[in-house]
């Protein structure tokens, strides 16, 4: 099953760029398609695959970040190829 995965990384200090670029650098170093746009950064692949990736590399980025929110949105599909019809 493959699946879409949306996130947005806030950390709540002054210098909130460096955290940011840094679990947007592991998540590209993956074997998975990322896709970035200014606002969120997508992810996708097999579920199975993907879901342990993210628990550790989320874990990675929380623990290196005294204060921070994780907007995450998972869609069962890949919609890495959406194209708006209208």
Known sequence: ?????????????NDFESPIQDFIKELRASKFKVLENPLSTQVYGSYDELMPFLND???VSFESIEHVVLNMKIVKSDRSDYEPNF
Do not use: A, D
């Not at 699946?3 to 709540?12: A, K, R």
């Open 57 to 59: 590399t989320i874990k």
């Open 1 to 13: 099953m493959n699946i879409s995965v949306e996130f947005t990384l806030l950390p709540l200090q």
